[in-house]
């Protein structure tokens, strides 16, 4: 965390962070817990701000039905989908669940 609110190499990206007022987050099923909730601290760090990100407003979209998140033993994640986190549940409290399918229209695919 340091290096990140310190370190000169980290610069532009303290400055995309302090800069953003939204923040889109795209395919967020790959996301796992323990990096949702890094990222989550991250911006509240950089950006001095003790609301959830920092203050910035947050849109995931994915489909938990596709690709999941992978482990990395490494850093302690074990690879559980970012639902899973406090966090998530505390600052994402608007969840819209899309049911109709229309990509595909073959039963075999849409099963």
């Not at 923040?23 to 959830?52: G, W």
């Not at 994915?62 to 302690?76: K, M, R, S, T, W």
Request: net charge negative; glycine share 4%.
């Amino acid at each position: 965390m340091e290096k990140i609110c310190s370190n000169e190499e980290y610069a532009y990206a303290r400055k995309n962070i302090t800069n953003t007022d939204v923040l889109i987050v795209d395919e967020c099923s790959m996301i796992s817990a323990k990096m949702f909730d890094t990222i989550e601290l991250i911006c509240r760090k950089v950006r001095n701000c003790e609301f959830y990100f920092g203050g910035l407003q947050i849109i995931f979209a994915g489909d938990f039905y596709q690709l999941p998140p992978v482990a990395n033993e490494l850093i302690g994640d074990d690879g559980s989908f970012c639902i899973c986190s406090t966090i998530f549940k505390k600052c994402l409290k608007h969840h819209i669940k899309l049911e109709y399918i229309f990509r595909q229209n073959e039963n075999e695919l849409v099963n």
